[in-house]
């Protein structure tokens, strides 16, 4: 198949799903009950990525003072708390993961 051709239809297929909710949400009232609900999804998601990141390493929970990304994770979570700044926040996490494996 060509790759253009799947690139359009992943293009359009994506387009219309989204569209589709936007649509549909502008003609209909979401009960408040879905709202509350909704409010929790990018926390779940969030941590159902970064989680795993932190304290599994090859197929294992590894919780110790030798695992760089738990460190960083650290790192990073103080200066969520201090900030409230995303993108240093991301940057203390590089910068630490950084550290960590060059010393």
């Known amino acids: 198949m060509n790759v253009w051709l799947v690139l359009l239809l992943g293009g359009i297929f ?9 649509f549909l949400f502008g003609l209909w009232e979401i009960p408040s009950w879905v709202k509350e ?3 929790f999804v990018p926390p779940a998601v969030l941590s159902a990525l970064i989680i795993p990141e932190l304290f599994v390493q090859s197929g294992k929970v590894f919780i110790s003072l030798e695992n760089v990304r738990l460190l960083a994770g650290i790192a990073a979570i103080f200066t969520a708390l201090l900030t409230k700044n995303t993108l240093l926040t991301i940057l203390t996490g590089i910068v630490f993961v950084f550290i960590f494996n060059t010393f």
């Open 37 to 39: 609900f909704l409010r």
């Open 14 to 22: 994506t387009y219309l799903t989204r569209a589709f909710f936007i």
